[in-house]
């Protein structure tokens, strides 16, 4: 059992929303690892970062990954930092990875300054600059498909996408 893809990117690019609309269209389940995490925790990704600090979620997102890649047969949305680990970067090597991208102006009018984004709490327009531009060579090394999400809709990205992987 492996994932019909996986899509990676940063905040703001649309893996969720993308992801649900992609999974409707190919009718497979959508899954994305930030909710698997804070269903483990028992708690929203802020509060564990917020009691247990980022290592903790960090080692939390890393069992969530590798499980999804190992048993999950839909499509599945990655946290925009899970590409971080090197050892998530290997194992992702062997699916089918969209990094969804998305420049900055659009991306902070898609998640807002910060609200629910633990890594975006603090001057969030510059940090999210920031993560981009640092993430951004390992999202691409990553990826067998690159879509631009600028200026397109969630439901144009998911059918484009459908049209890819079905190829």
Same mark, same amino acid.
């Given at each position: 059992m492996t994932p019909v893809c996986v899509l990676v990117g940063p905040p703001g690019a649309g893996k969720s929303t993308v992801g649900q609309a992609l999974a409707a269209l190919l009718e497979v389940p959508f899954a994305d690892t930030d909710a698997l995490i804070e269903t483990t925790a028992g708690k929203p990704i802020p509060d564990i970062? =917020? $009691?247990?600090? $980022?290592?903790?979620?960090?080692?939390? $997102?890393? =069992?969530? *990954?590798? &499980?999804?890649?190992?048993?999950?047969? !839909? *499509? %599945?949305? %990655?946290?925009?930092?899970?590409?971080? &680990?090197?050892?998530?970067?290997?194992?992702?090597?062997?699916?089918?990875? =969209?990094?969804?991208?998305?420049?900055?102006? &659009?991306? *902070?009018?898609?998640? !807002?300054? !910060?609200?629910?984004?633990?890594?975006?709490? *603090?001057?969030?327009?510059?940090? %999210?600059?920031?993560?981009? &531009?640092?993430?951004?060579?390992?999202? $691409?090394?990553?990826?067998t498909h690159t879509v631009a999400t600028d200026g397109r809709t969630p439901q144009e990205i998911a059918e484009l996408l459908a049209a890819r992987l079905d190829t």
């Open positions: 970062f =917020v $009691e247990d600090g $980022e290592p903790a979620f960090r080692a939390l $997102e890393r =069992v969530a *990954v590798a &499980d999804a890649l190992a048993g999950f047969d !839909g *499509v %599945l949305a %990655l946290g925009g930092g899970a590409i971080m &680990d090197d050892g998530t970067r290997a194992a992702l090597a062997a699916h089918r990875v =969209v990094y969804l991208s998305v420049e900055l102006s &659009d991306a *902070v009018k898609r998640v !807002g300054l !910060g609200a629910g984004r633990p890594m975006l709490s *603090v001057n969030p327009r510059a940090t %999210l600059k920031y993560l981009m &531009d640092q993430r951004r060579p390992l999202y $691409e090394s990553v990826a």
